[in-house]
């Protein structure tokens, strides 16, 4: 998300890792609210929000998609990796990228200029600039938060919308009721009680994140299966084991918005 620091997805990155996946969770220098370098230093936030995000936001989508190529550069470098992970165990031309609100919009931006990022999953991401008007290759998933608890705005619906219907592979949206944007975050958790359970009451929606995260693992490791596996897997089931989980594949010729549900 914007602004917010890689361990505010330790929950679901744990629960992906530990489906067998090899979980790697990016922090933005100067947007994340705080990130070190490798010499060292510790960096804060630089970046604030605009009047006019749809201004500003585009540029942001290109300088985080650039930071997720570079480390997908050094995925295939050997020496860049800790010893449990070196000799050939990461093949970094097949590489899926996952990303919650502003950093699910990234995601499909990845994908659409990198070949080596095989699928994408856009977790509440609003898309900015040109994105909605871009062909995905390769799957794509959004999965979103309750339009009722989050009221996702006209960019949100339309964008997404857009990225569906001209998707050219198999794709998949998915909402998940009585969550709300943060409940796909560990937010909650950074606070002791009885704050930490003051905030989930707001941030974790009627849902509740730790809910939240098992449906979206669940969906994600699906959907994840066949394009870094090549194991099929059945997103849609994955999905209807939880209850007012609504959606399932994408139509592409009926996907020029994403209307709430019922």
Do not use: C
């Not at 990845?110 to 290759?137: H, K």
């Not at 099929?232 to 994955?238: E, N, T």
């Amino acid at each position: 998300g914007y602004g917010a620091p890689r361990a505010t997805y330790t929950g679901l990155a744990t629960r992906l890792a530990s489906r067998g996946f090899v979980v790697f969770v990016l922090d933005h220098p100067y947007e994340a609210a705080v990130t070190q370098l490798p010499d060292g230093r510790v960096v804060g936030l630089r970046e604030i929000f605009p009047p006019d995000r749809t201004r500003y936001m585009p540029d942001q989508q290109i300088l985080r998609t650039a930071d997720i190529r570079f480390v997908i550069d050094q995925l295939a470098r050997p020496a860049a990796l800790s010893r449990p992970l070196q000799g050939g165990r990461i093949e970094a031309s097949k590489v899926a990228v996952i990303g919650h609100s502003f950093g699910g919009a990234v995601s499909a931006m990845a994908m659409s200029e990198d070949p080596r990022v095989v699928a994408a999953a856009n977790i509440d991401g609003t898309p900015y600039g040109d994105l909605p008007d871009r062909r995905l290759t390769r799957p794509f998933l959004v999965l979103q938060s309750d339009y009722a608890e989050t009221h996702h705005s006209d960019l949100f619906i339309n964008g997404n919308g857009k990225l569906l219907a001209r998707s050219a592979a198999p794709s998949y949206r998915f909402e998940v009721k009585s969550a709300n944007h943060y409940s796909f975050t560990d937010v909650p958790f950074f606070f002791a009680p009885p704050g930490r359970w003051l905030l989930a009451q707001v941030m974790g929606g009627g849902r509740g994140a730790a809910a939240t995260h098992q449906i979206a693992a669940d969906i994600l490791a699906a959907f994840l299966s066949e394009p870094l596996t090549g194991k099929p897997a059945d997103v849609a089931v994955a999905a209807a084991r939880y209850p007012h989980v609504l959606g399932g594949p994408v139509n592409p010729k009926h996907s020029a918005a994403l209307a709430p549900s019922d």
